[in-house]
């Protein structure tokens, strides 16, 4: 409980500083190239059409599902996905980037993961409203279901920087976790149901097991708003499961804060 | 104005530092207590009071624990055992060339620390040209720090650090940087800070020449432990006794 007040505490006080850091952070990764913002595009928009085109004519598949074209299938979970390996890999890669904010000043090292997370979040919106966009020009109106875009942007949100909080202050104690992080998540993404329509898995108890990953509630509750039509509440049984996930990850970002957080400065 | 208010106190302040045989270890000594490391005492059951107004110098050889008590003044790292109190504004300059963000560039850089230290934008604004001609960069302060030499970055985090009005100033080292000219100014900045709005100066350096020019009160540390504390003059003579005294 301590810790929880401790880290809200830090939040509140540095909450300008949190969101300028946020601010300089976007502007750092994009402003040194010379395409500058556009790179935040380039990428996503090569890897869905590689994707899409690996899909629709390489790999079996690729068929419409629920009456929308593959491709407008995979985008809402492919963009999500985005967000969610930013924060899987440079989340957790966090605390090392801004070591001089550790090492050389009075800083609270609990907000880090949350600036990182809201640089994230800006590109994020900026790719949903892409998405929107192609969803509209291609003839799919809004329609109530998409209100509920935001509660599985809050669920995500709160997910990953929770996972970012924890993975961060390990991966500063050891560079090995960081690699192994690093090497997972390409089969994350290919365990997830990204590219793939996880309803269409037989195995009841796989599909069970499936729950278990957020990046799968997530993924899929983006396409519930765009093309599965279903609130999240006809799908407790995801959500308790959710929550429950997000709960575990949330008291094990509290415990290595708890542990970790008077060594960082002295390994880093 | 109250120039004896304590600023700073250590009270039976002790750090230990874990040394692993790898990172390996040391990320399984977060899951289990088993894996052995060897332990560093780096600062041992150290007291004492600084008061506003001060200025103290750290002498000592490599490795005396001087730095490790300056990072725990600045709140960067934590003290194993013992009892810290900080009351003021403290802006360190610790090790030459870092405390920057390397991809952006001196300008967004003097905002950010600025903005860290806790300044309004419009405070900022007003310190900046201050600090862009102090630090003597020029064109230069609107390229990424990472294309600075050290010497540069060096000046610029002086500039930064001492332009930003701080209550208590902490110095490592780095009044040593650049050619004599900016050493002069450093100084003059320095002793006028310090006279003009009581600022406590607390300065690490083996050089004693400088230690004798900035302090009035000088602590000996030894293999963790606080050995001497007083007037500089005779801190120095503890020190380094006269006969290889420089100067």
């Excluded at chain 1, 809402?76 to 985005?82: A, L």
């Excluded at chain 2, 900080?86 to 950010?112: K, P």
Aim: hydrophobic residues 50%.
């Amino acid at each position: 409980m301590g810790t929880i007040k401790t880290i809200v505490g830090e939040h509140v006080e540095w909450r300008s500083q949190i969101l300028k850091l946020a601010k300089a952070d976007i502007i750092k990764t994009y402003s040194g190239a010379a395409l500058g913002w556009s790179w935040a595009l380039v990428r996503p928009v090569i890897m869905i059409s590689v994707f899409w085109f690996a899909f629709t004519y390489g790999l079996r598949g690729g068929k419409p599902i629920e009456g929308f074209p593959f491709i407008l299938w995979m985008i809402p979970g492919f963009i999500s996905w985005f967000y969610m390996s930013d924060m899987l890999t440079q989340g957790a890669g966090c605390i090392r980037k801004y070591k001089f904010l550790v090492t050389k000043m009075k800083f609270p090292v609990s907000t880090i993961p949350t600036f990182m997370s809201m640089s994230k979040l800006a590109i994020h919106l900026v790719l949903m409203c892409i998405v929107v966009f192609i969803f509209v020009i291609t003839g799919h109106f809004p329609d109530v279901y998409w209100l509920q875009l935001p509660f599985y942007m809050l669920c995500m949100i709160a997910f990953f920087t929770a996972w970012a909080l924890f993975a961060s202050l390990l991966a500063a104690m050891s560079v090995d976790f960081l690699n192994l992080v690093k090497s997972v998540t390409q089969a994350i993404f290919w365990l997830s149901g990204i590219m793939w329509d996880i309803n269409r898995i037989n195995s009841p108890k796989i599909q069970f097991i499936m729950h278990f990953n957020p990046v799968t509630y997530v993924a899929t509750g983006y396409r519930n708003c765009f093309i599965y039509k279903v609130w999240f509440w006809e799908q407790a049984d995801r959500l308790a499961i959710f929550v429950i996930v997000l709960i575990v990850m949330i008291i094990l970002a509290l415990w290595a804060y708890k542990k970790l957080i008077k060594e960082i400065p002295d390994v880093l | 104005m109250d120039s004896n208010k304590v600023v700073i106190e250590f009270k039976n302040v002790t750090k230990r530092y874990k040394l692993y045989k790898n990172d390996k270890q040391r990320l399984f000594a977060v899951f289990s207590k088993r894996v052995k490391y060897k332990e560093k005492l780096a600062v041992n059951d150290v007291s004492f009071q600084i008061r506003q107004g001060e200025s103290v110098a750290f002498l000592g050889k490599n490795g005396a624990g001087k730095s490790t008590i300056l990072k725990m003044m600045t709140e960067v790292a934590f003290p194993t055992s013992g009892e810290i109190m900080i009351d003021g504004r403290v802006s360190a300059l610790l090790e030459l060339s870092s405390g920057f963000d390397m991809e952006m560039t001196g300008r967004d850089n003097i905002y950010l620390k600025g903005q860290l230290y806790g300044l309004k934008n419009s405070e900022i604004a007003e310190l900046e040209d201050t600090i862009v001609e102090f630090a003597e960069l020029d064109e230069y302060i609107d390229q990424p720090v990472r294309t600075y030499s050290s010497g540069m970055r060096a000046r610029l985090g002086f500039a930064v650090s001492i332009n930003i009005r701080p209550e208590i100033l902490i110095v490592d080292e780095a009044l040593s940087v650049g050619d004599k000219e900016f050493r002069k100014k450093c100084r003059q900045k320095v002793n006028e800070i310090i006279e003009k709005n009581n600022v406590t100066l607390v300065f690490v350096t083996h050089s004693i020449s400088m230690a004798k020019e900035f302090c009035k009160r000088g602590i000996v540390m030894k293999k963790g432990k606080l050995v001497y504390d007083s007037d500089i003059n005779d801190a120095i003579k503890f020190y380094d006794p006269p006969k290889t005294a420089k100067k």
